[in-house]
């Protein structure tokens, strides 16, 4: 391509913008999936998994459930006060068919597609119903005076909305992927409906409880805006302004409570709603509803471009991604309200949930969009490799509600959950993900993800075929053919990923410092390298005129390399994490006789990639040399722990796994019997977990809440046990501390009673000569006994009358 002409730059890391530089929105257009063929050996089989198994395993546990039988429910005016499921369910089964409707507009399968156009007449006759164009099977079978939140509707206050917004994203999505108006125009009538009772005053001042409702409503305004001639064949009336005008309204209507009723007017900064959107500095509240939401500011400022929203969303991004999110591109840290903390408090064991992940995969695309800056691509591409990867299992059929970075031996994967929420979203963006791998701008066509792949673009009145091919993310050699049906002028943007460039996140929260940071990346144009490419925020801009059999080649340099953390980040210091390319690495010693607590990675043990076909489905591990420390005289040992792909954790059975690996001896656990042990118990509470008994953490107090624990609650009164199981071996002391949260009104005290039993055969006996059974709080409880060979010891208590209990810790020598 000897007319081609190559603007000219040094290559190298990502640019620092200048303010005026970042608030300048440079609109993309993607590349609709229907024009994205997916041709990929990474992703090709795992898509057809999901077709073939998890999406007719959600549609069969949410029909068991009740999620369809709600509608009819509501059809036939029958089941009032019952309903299949929580507040959120129709949401849910919304969002699986917007995941869907990409899938099928990937290809087409017209037994997915019958089955869809099913639950579509289900839940038209549903809206029939109601005059106005309202649905909401849980308002409308358990508390039909509570429409929109409105008079105290408690729970459902928090997701008629999200439950409306999911479906208007539904109907657009069906439509785009089928050319069926069925479920569009019952989102509409809904749409028409919450235009008509909610906004500035008279009507009504309601926002959102869960965001999603604010992107949906603007997709609605573009199909239609988009194509005028479709809303002529609707038996409702459309006027596409009115859509987008909700959608600001319930952003603008945050930290607004002027006319809202019920007892509690705001959702505060959990919802969103502590301060309106200018005064809001920083990501809070429920991560999952918080992502939302931004995805929403930036799909508004993208069609008109308020000077407001496109500051809100950069700042909040900013600091989401700067201070706030965990290496896998995981969000949220606390449990019990599955939102943000505060900056730079991001424990291991932190919640992060899969549908945050997925929720600011959705936020990081949007941004890509506004601005054509491949640091949010590069974000999007850590969310697809990792934090939303890990959701699903290779099988298909069980999946992870959430994924800290760190946890102990039990950990598995469920097959259906009381809230699940995440595989719907799951399937919504990998739906989506062959729509992320191209994007269409004024001037030329954006590569944002390495995927084998077949994309037909229109550039300047033309089309252009063009034809990637890639072992990613396992190889960094990419090659892109590019087919335009005449020679055509324009630019091709390839994005350089900073993961190559020596700092693997945007804003420095996290980095790599063995990583030069020039000569990672080589591009080549029909063979001949590109000496100079011109960078042009975060993509190598090639521009010129192309012709048919032009071809660019990109090599990424893939080392494994040692990441950390911004020393702010407590958790993470003296410790390391594995990256290769985009993957984030694990160490999880599933059946090797130690923890991943006793692992140490030596700070100058080379990294040595290797691809394992027979491993995980065909995965490339680091040989990192791990060593393990042992008890009695603690020493390290060399192991044959090799570390895998995060996104793969737990498809070996439940297991022990950390991110963030000790470089630091002290840091490390000594691995003991106990430790090594198989806990189990005849009752652990939901919110405790039967594997704190052997954390290897002496308890403060009795009374430490701070920490795990196994807590028999809410028994009260009964005979309970915890055993351990393990290879045979000679045991004669244990010592046991209980927890007893009474002094701080909790529920649990000390035992009555108790007595250690070890396994004898397949039968149960107690010790023998045991020195007493001590049951005070806040010491460890020793007993000594004659020495006895065995494979499993058990701790058997009596509860007082009254009272629950349980143990922070049990040792065993």
């Not at 156009?117 to 309202?134: F, L, P, W």
Request: proline share 6%; glycine share 10%; charged share 20%.
């Amino acid at each position: 391509m000897k007319r081609m002409t190559v603007a000219c730059a040094t290559l190298l890391n990502l640019a620092v913008l200048t303010a005026a530089e970042e608030t300048m929105p440079q609109h993309l257009m993607p590349v609709p999936v229907q024009q994205v063929r997916v041709e990929d050996e990474f992703w090709m089989p795992k898509r057809q998994v999901w077709r073939e198994v998890t999406i007719p395993d959600c549609f069969d546990k949410f029909e068991k459930d009740g999620a369809i039988a709600n509608f009819d429910k509501v059809r036939d005016g029958t089941g009032a006060g019952t309903h299949g499921g929580p507040p959120w369910y129709d949401g849910l089964m919304y969002e699986m068919i917007r995941g869907c409707a990409d899938f099928l507009a990937a290809g087409r399968d017209a037994a997915l597609e019958r089955r869809i156009d099913t639950y579509v007449e289900h839940i038209a006759a549903a809206q029939a119903r109601s005059a106005d164009g309202y649905i909401n099977t849980w308002t409308q079978l358990k508390e039909p005076d509570h429409r929109w939140g409105m008079n105290d509707g408690n729970d459902n206050r928090q997701h008629d909305v999200y439950n409306a917004g999911a479906l208007i994203e539904a109907g657009v999505h069906y439509y785009r992927a089928t050319g069926k108006p069925r479920l569009l125009q019952v989102a509409t009538r809904l749409a028409n409906h919450m235009c008509d009772v909610i906004g500035p005053p008279p009507r009504a001042n309601v926002i959102p409880g869960h965001s999603l409702v604010e992107e949906a409503l603007v997709k609605l305004h573009l199909l239609y805006r988009h194509d005028p001639d479709l809303k002529k064949t609707f038996d409702v009336p459309v006027d596409e302004r009115r859509y987008l005008q909700l959608a600001e309204f319930f952003i603008d209507a945050r930290g607004n409570y002027q006319g809202r009723t019920g007892k509690d007017k705001t959702f505060g900064a959990y919802g969103q709603d502590h301060a309106s959107l200018a005064d809001q500095a920083t990501i809070e509240g429920h991560a999952v509803r918080a992502t939302l939401f931004c995805t929403g500011i930036a799909a508004c400022a993208a069609v008109n471009g308020p000077a407001e929203y496109l500051a809100a969303a950069q700042r909040l991004w900013r600091n989401m991604v700067t201070r706030r999110m965990y290496l896998t591109g995981g969000l949220g840290v606390l449990s019990g309200t599955e939102a943000f903390s505060k900056d730079y408090h991001l424990p291991n064991d932190g919640y992060s949930e899969t549908c945050a992940a997925i929720a600011g995969g959705f936020f990081h695309h949007n941004m890509n969009l506004l601005h054509a800056d491949a640091r949010y691509a590069d974000e999007l591409e850590r969310v697809l490799y990792n934090g939303a990867l890990c959701g699903v299992s290779l099988a298909g059929n069980t999946y992870s509600y959430v994924n800290p970075l760190q946890f102990e031996r039990g950990h598995g994967r469920w097959a259906w959950h009381e809230c699940p929420c995440c595989p719907p979203m799951f399937v919504k963006i990998m739906g989506a993900m062959p729509a992320y791998v191209f994007a269409r701008g004024d001037d030329g066509i954006y590569v944002n993800l390495f995927v084998g792949s077949k994309a037909t673009v229109q550039v300047n009145g033309g089309n252009v075929i063009l034809t990637q091919t890639t072992r990613y993310p396992w190889d960094g050699a990419v090659r892109i053919a590019v087919d335009p049906e005449r020679p055509a002028k324009f630019g091709m943007y390839v994005r350089i990923p900073s993961w190559c460039q020596g700092q693997p996140s945007a804003g420095g929260l996290y980095s790599v410092a063995s990583r030069a940071n020039t000569g990672a990346a080589v591009l080549k144009i029909n063979g001949a390298a590109v000496a100079r490419p011109a960078m042009v925020r975060g993509y190598a801009r090639l521009f010129g005129t192309w012709q048919r059999g032009d071809v660019v080649e990109l090599e990424l340099a893939m080392p494994a390399v040692r990441v950390r953390c911004r020393p702010e980040v407590k958790a993470d210091q003296d410790r390391v994490a594995l990256m290769r390319g985009p993957i984030v690495y694990c160490a999880e010693p599933t059946g090797a006789g130690f923890r991943a607590r006793n692992v140490f990675l030596p700070p100058d043990a080379p990294l040595a990639p290797k691809h394992r076909a027979d491993l995980l489905g065909g995965v490339t591990v680091i040989d990192a040399g791990f060593q393990a420390k042992f008890g009695g005289a603690p020493q390290l040992r060399a192991t044959e722990l090799v570390a895998t792909p995060y996104y793969a954790y737990a498809n070996r059975g439940p297991s022990d796994m950390r991110v963030w690996v000790p470089e630091k001896v002290d840091l490390v656990q000594a691995a003991t019997l106990a430790s090594n042990a198989t806990p189990s118990a005849s009752h652990c509470w939901k919110l405790d977990s039967v594997n704190a008994v052997n954390g290897g953490e002496a308890p403060v107090s009795s009374n430490d809440i701070s920490r795990p624990r196994l807590s028999w609650w809410d028994h009260k009164g009964t005979t309970e046990w915890v055993q351990y199981d393990f290879p045979a071996a000679k045991v004669s002391k244990v010592g046991v501390f209980w927890f007893a949260d009474r002094a701080a009104n909790g529920g649990c005290d000390v035992p009555q009673n108790w007595r250690l039993m070890c396994k004898d055969g397949d039968a149960w006996k107690a010790v023998t000569n045991p020195s007493g059974y001590g049951v005070e709080p806040d010491k460890f409880n020793e007993v000594t006994f004659t020495p006895v060979t065995t494979t499993g010891l058990r701790v058997e208590v009596q509860l007082k009358p009254g009272w629950s209990g349980g143990i922070c810790e049990w040792r065993v020598e």
